[in-house]
């Protein structure tokens, strides 16, 4: 699962992007990858690890929401 938001304000000089993605890793967890900052610009990243996919997606879920709200 995927996710891929921008915000764009030309008033204000703002283009950023939030980016997240849950996918397996080697070690049988679940991560959710997440990426931000401004568009054109390499971003920050944070990864949080989860034991099964049903938890990843959860946060997956509530954070996009947060991000719309925004």
């Given amino acids: 699962m995927q996710t891929y938001l921008e915000k764009r304000q030309p008033a ?3 283009a950023r ?5 849950v996918m ?3 070690f049988g967890e679940w991560t959710l ?13 944070r990864m949080d690890w989860f034991e099964d996919e049903n ?3 959860a ?11 925004r």
Avoid: C, D, H
């Fill in 55 to 57: 938890q990843a997606v």
């Fill in 12 to 14: 204000q000089k703002m």
């Fill in 33 to 45: 990858y997440r990426e931000w900052g401004r568009i054109g610009q390499g971003g920050q990243v």
């Fill in 59 to 69: 946060a997956l879920v509530t954070l996009e929401a947060s991000k719309r709200q």
């Fill in 24 to 26: 397996p890793n080697l």
């Fill in 17 to 21: 992007f939030y980016r997240m993605a």
